[in-house]
């Protein structure tokens, strides 16, 4: 059960600040910035990894589930749960963000500013992009361990800078789903609920790869 509480708490945490952040940015007319919204991300994984990361793992995204799975390096068997655990502690948080913020529209959803085609590609390479990262930096010598969550943390803010303004820098299905079903606001949803985990699998097999290559 700790395992799952860890997950529960992890992304509660990631989508009340992180998609909080953004609520935040549009109630002040800006005053948080782009910038701030990615220090912001980058900074909740930080602390969450650390946190939570001798726990569970520190998913917190199906997608990353997913990966562990199919590289063989988390139990299929877990799955169901820990999605369970991720869908719980997101919905939790977009709740939660509602009644704090019962006139923002959106509580902070992802959703393209251009074409449906030009964000689902986008997430579809950015959540390749981390996942590959999360792979490397967990594989191989101790050092890479320690600094595991500085890297990652820093690879999801660098991808909210790129991709915020046009996909909203989604790169977690749950991340999307919770905060666009207590909005409403479900236009493009599937892309949110497919790019990723097709990203996701794609960066196992290149790991895959580079692992039998180079160690």
Known sequence: MKKYL???????????????????DQQTGGAVTLTGIAGCWGMIIIATVYAFGDISGN????????????DGRFAWKEVPAYLIAQMLGAFAASFLLHFLFPENATLGATQPA?????????ELIMTFILL????RVSTGSKEKGITAGLVIGATVAFLVLFGGPISGTSLNPTRSLAPAIVSGNLNALWIYL?????????????????HTQGG
């Open 59 to 70: 998913h917190i995204n199906p997608a990353v589930t997913l990966a562990m799975a199919v």
């Open 6 to 24: 860890s997950e529960f708490i992890g992304i509660f945490i990631l989508v009340f600040a992180g998609t909080g952040v953004v609520i935040v």
């Open 132 to 135: 590959l990262v999360i792979l």
């Open 194 to 210: 497919t790019a990723p985990f097709i990203g996701a699998v794609g960066a196992v097999f290149v790991h895959r790869v580079l």
């Open 114 to 122: 251009g074409s449906a085609v030009q964000s689902f590609i986008l």
